[in-house]
């Protein structure tokens, strides 16, 4: 059959349906659950400030620094990548553990799973899961010995590419919900990026994060994706790392803790404050200045670490005061205690555990809701096992994972056979023989290095699929118009091929969506951040626009959004129709567009994930912050919403916007404190 063009955003869209990791073991018995922490002045935050004026000066400032495990032999290694934050015994307070967050290596013979691709969790847009995510890592690391975990997506500074996505609200929300999870079972989350883990473009370049800024030039950016995951938790911990030091960001600790009222503490990378220099008392005073509450020490700093000697000749010089020393005590204890870590300390040398769900049980529901249809001309899929056999191509280095895909679509009843491509391969006459006679093929790739293939093998005729396995936004597409289908399933994993199977073959539909842009690696001149705001600002259309996805049947219908004002926030309320015979899983998004003269573009405001039964009609009520639509009013330390009339756009991807309402606001001023969001109402026909 004659192919079409690629599907572009703009087109109709079809019906859904149905870093974090996860840890292997549960608990034989689970800590009770933590305490709620609020953002605000807690009973928490009063036990710390009581704890850290109870602690002898040497006390104070030991409690600043989180050192390197010590181990000999065989312990030695275990403990590689560990480490200890030393409590105060005097006072019960407990030493615990914690990974090196400069290092992505996990200690050895950990039996933990490796991590879930961030985009995959991300493009789930199901809050549900990111909390299970967080909550079974909880079990998992509270097991292993440790008590704090990073949680990435998010960062201080703009970085534009992040794991999680682009955009500050989904990963916000994504990153606050695993917090949330990881809270659930006294396991402190920590929210931060580091530099290995930004996403570099295509083309090589890499934003400079150099120059200081000011935090209130990044409090509607940045540091909105790290409110957000501090509100959604109700707790955490902030990670000063990334492109540059802490001081980067003038103004943090300002804003975190007289802006927002954030009780909790602000840690640096092991060197992310610099290398310290012997008699130096600049550096300690710098970093007390830039809201730094805890450094992550180690040996590899000479034993010239900045909270150290640095800091105690500071405190005898009388350049750091007591009163300095003990506020950052407070933070750090109040952090431990809104993750209940203090009261229920895991142990160092770990816990029996007992067997308890299976992570494979989560990592499917990730990689199937995950799990991205990007385009399906023919209808191709999924496959149908009447049409005949299924050529499964791909190249050496994922042949077992072709082999596993190809047993999992032989139990769904399809006929699969299996055909390696030599490196090298596709000029014409160079891929295997079996490909001339294929009328369905399916490629799993992961790389630009099979373009060249997947080209070759389009023009031979017959309809071909294409499985995308890496997380690359900036993945070129030469052959978008030439294939019939292509399907992002991420960092997808050999040993969870049932749930890409159950896709391809119509066990389950697809649902997910892009929580990233993909650009096909073309950027415009001058987007060195080159997420959907800066394409719609440079009027390019992207490949395939952030929050986009299809399914393979029927289609949803959204109708009636009305906006109205209710406090400190909007209250949007629409409807989604399923007129099709099958359950479908819908995912609408709201975007806000400010006023005129904001000049700013659109941004995502809110969505919801929620299954729709067929032949019935949901009513959604969604909140929506008005910080969205504001303004950060330095001055006053608050939000300032200008008077005049605001947009909301819904549809089913940031491109897609099928339904708009307008709304008159007058002149606002809001607080800045961080605050617990707004639940949302459904209701069904």
Request: aromatic share 4%; with cysteine.
């Amino acid at each position: 059959m004659m192919k079409h063009a690629a599907a572009r955003p703009g087109l109709s869209w079809i019906c859904r349906a149905t870093a974090l990791c996860v840890g292997g073991m549960l608990l034989a018995l689970p800590p009770t659950p933590a305490r709620a922490a609020v953002a605000g002045g807690s009973a928490g935050s009063a036990h710390a400030a009581d704890m850290a004026a109870r602690m002898q000066p040497v006390e104070q400032q030991a409690v600043l620094q989180a050192r390197p495990v010590a181990g000999r032999g065989a312990n030695a290694q275990a403990a590689s990548g560990l480490l200890t934050w030393p409590g105060v015994p005097r006072l019960g307070l407990p030493a615990l553990r914690m990974p090196d967050f400069a290092t992505v290596a996990q200690p050895a013979g950990d039996t933990l799973p490796p991590m879930l691709p961030w985009l995959a969790l991300a493009a789930t847009w199901d809050p549900d899961l990111a909390r299970r995510a967080g909550a079974m890592r909880a079990h998992g690391e509270w097991v292993h010995g440790r008590a704090v975990l990073r949680v990435g997506g998010i960062d201080l500074l703009p970085s534009g590419r992040l794991q999680a996505g682009e955009d500050q609200v989904l990963a916000g929300s994504v990153a606050g919900m695993i917090g949330a999870g990881l809270l659930s079972g006294h396991v402190l989350p920590v929210f931060g990026s580091v530099m290995k883990e930004e996403q570099v473009r295509a083309d090589g370049v890499l934003p400079g994060r150099t120059a200081q800024v000011a935090a209130a030039r990044l409090a509607d950016g940045s540091l909105l994706g790290v409110a957000t995951a501090l509100e959604i938790a109700h707790g955490g911990a902030l990670l000063c790392g990334g492109m540059a030091a802490c001081q980067t960001v003038t103004g943090l600790g300002a804003m975190v803790h007289d802006a927002w009222h954030f009780p909790g503490m602000v840690m640096a990378v092991p060197g992310g404050l610099g290398m310290a220099r012997e008699n130096d008392v600049t550096q300690p005073v710098g970093a007390i200045a830039a809201g730094v509450d805890m450094e992550q020490a180690t040996t590899g700093e000479g034993g010239h670490d900045v909270f150290g000697a640095p800091l105690r000749q500071a405190v005898a010089e009388g350049s750091v005061k007591s009163a300095q020393l003990q506020a950052m005590d407070t933070h750090i204890l109040a952090s431990f205690y809104m993750a209940g870590s203090l009261d229920h300390p895991p142990p160092f040398a770990g816990s029996a555990a007992a067997p308890g769900p299976s992570a494979d049980t989560l990592v499917g529901d990730v990689e199937t809701e995950g799990t991205v249809l990007l385009q399906n001309e023919n209808r191709v899929l999924p496959f149908d096992p009447a049409l005949g056999p299924v050529l499964l191509l791909v190249r050496p280095t994922l042949r077992h994972a072709a082999d596993l895909l190809a047993g999992a679509l032989g139990h769904a009843g399809l006929a699969v056979t299996v055909s390696i491509a030599a490196e090298g391969a596709g000029a014409p006459g160079t891929l295997p023989p079996a490909t001339a006679q294929a009328a369905r093929t399916l490629v799993l790739s992961d790389g630009d290095g099979d373009n060249r293939m997947i080209s070759t093998l389009a023009d031979m005729g017959g309809h071909v699929a294409v499985v995308l396995t890496a997380d690359d936004p900036d993945r070129q597409m030469p052959w978008l118009d030439k294939v019939d289908s292509v399907v992002q399933a991420w960092a997808w994993r050999d040993e969870h091929a049932r749930p890409l199977a159950a896709l391809l073959s119509g066990q389950q539909d697809f649902s997910g969506h892009l929580p990233v842009t993909l650009t096909g690696g073309f950027y415009p001149p001058g987007m060195v951040d080159a997420d959907y705001r800066a394409f719609e600002r440079a009027h390019v259309a992207a490949l395939f626009p952030f929050g986009y996805g299809l399914s393979t049947c029927g289609h949803l219908i959204l109708s009636d959004l009305h906006v109205v004002r209710e406090g400190t926030h909007l209250s949007a309320s629409f409807s989604v129709t399923n007129p099709d015979t099958t359950p479908v899983r819908a995912v609408p998004q709201l975007y806000v567009v400010p006023s005129a003269d904001q000049a700013a573009p659109r941004r995502l405001a809110a969505w919801r994930s929620v299954m729709v039964a067929g032949g019935h009609t949901v009513r959604l009520v969604v909140p929506v912050s008005l910080r969205l639509l504001a303004q950060w009013n330095a001055a006053g330390g608050n939000w300032a919403v200008a008077a005049g009339d605001y947009s909301l756009s819904l549809g089913f991807s940031s491109v897609m916007l099928v339904r708009h309402a307008d709304v008159r606001l007058p002149a606002l001023h809001l607080p800045a404190a961080l605050e617990s969001p707004a639940g949302p109402a459904t209701t069904t026909d």
